[in-house]
């Protein structure tokens, strides 16, 4: 800006600013305080996105023992119930919370001797499979009642811990209907917090040895006229394993393929539930995943224990009678390694 310099002597000089407008001044100062305070404002917007981004806080309300379902903080925690039974009152019980769940699972994988494991545990109802019924599974609204009836507590077994429950479930095997009516059960399951524990077998060819003199014992009923899935003592084992099946080579890969595509679409279909996935073979070499599957359940952590004796223990070989064919069938393919695995 240019000044008007006035020189009265050698002595004395004067600087004499130019005249301008107050109002240009403060239009200058407001338009610099404008700027500044947009620049601010985005810097702490910046600031506060990252932190809330980081925190991952989500704004809940305050739980009341008397609501049905919880939010959930996290898609880790399993969703918190309090029922309210029909058939009897939980009494000091009533304030504390019940986690729901399912095990999705396949005959003779290991399921039964799970399901022993988790009810060793104080607090923990899981009672059984009670779609073998045809009757509670022919549409999807019995399906529904049967599992009303269940998560109501309402629904009694050995294994019924009653009021005390912090946890109640059952196991449903994949040919129960539970493949056929997917959607609504998926959709069940996400209306009501169930939480889906899968429990597969990764060696197929075990299974389907398991499976075959299961059945064949369903007829035969080796143990002194008894038809058992499990026993308790080697003995018992040992009766059963004495029959050795005969498996059809000849379809063998192909149904090997079937069994396990069927896990994989379970696994599809399921997916958007809440899940955590298991395999009998980790069960029993791990034991760090029985403290994994209480941590899923959000159950205090205990010694899970289990009476059950494993029948088919040893090499595949001394369990199938046409043992030759089935090597020479699946050695160079993808299930090879079935016929070294021990579990």
């Known amino acids: ?37 947009i620049y601010i404002c985005t810097v702490c917007i910046k600031q506060i996105s990252t932190t809330v981004t980081k925190m991952n806080i989500q704004v809940i309300q305050s739980p009341s023992p008397d609501s049905n379902i919880i939010t959930q903080l996290e898609p880790r925690i399993p969703t918190l119930h309090y029922p309210k039974p029909e058939t009897f009152s939980r009494g000091e019980c009533s304030k504390n919370p019940v986690r729901f769940f399912v095990i999705l699972s396949m005959q003779r994988s290991g399921s039964g001797w799970f399901e022993t494991l988790l009810n060793s545990h104080v607090n923990v109802s899981s009672n059984g499979e009670i779609f073998s019924l045809l009757e509670r599974r022919k549409n999807i609204s019995n399906i529904v009642q049967t599992l ?39 959709e069940y399951f996400n209306h009501r917090g169930v939480s889906v524990i899968f429990l597969f077998r990764k060696n197929l060819l075990r299974r389907m040895v398991s499976v075959l003199a299961n059945s064949y014992d369903r007829y035969a009923k080796l143990l002194n006229g008894t038809h058992k899935s499990h026993v308790h003592s080697q003995q018992e084992a040992t009766a059963l394993s004495s029959y050795k099946p005969i498996i059809n080579s000849a379809s063998l890969i192909s149904d090997l393929k079937e069994i396990g595509s069927a896990a994989v679409k379970a696994l599809e279909y399921f997916n958007s539930t809440r899940h955590l996935v298991l395999y009998y073979e980790d069960l029993i070499t791990n034991c760090t995943k029985l403290k994994d599957v209480q941590e899923f359940l959000g159950i205090p952590q205990m010694e899970l224990t289990s009476r059950q004796v494993k029948i088919h223990k040893g090499p595949l070989s001394d369990f199938v009678k046409n043992w030759d064919d089935v090597n020479k069938t699946l050695t160079g393919t993808e299930y090879e390694s079935f016929l070294r695995a021990d579990y």
């Not at 800006?1 to 050698?10: D, L, Q, T």
């Not at 109002?23 to 200058?28: A, E, S």
């Open 1 to 37: 800006m240019a000044e008007y310099i006035c020189v009265f002597n050698k002595d004395t000089l004067l600087i004499k600013p130019s005249k301008k407008s107050p109002l240009f001044l403060r239009t200058i100062v407001l338009l610099f305080a404008m700027v500044c305070g």
């Open 148 to 186: 009303e009836k269940v998560y109501n507590l309402d629904w009694f077994t050995s294994a019924s811990k009653n009021e005390c429950s912090a946890a109640v479930g059952f196991k449903w095997m994949l040919n129960q209907g539970l493949v056929e009516h997917h959607k609504e059960i998926v």
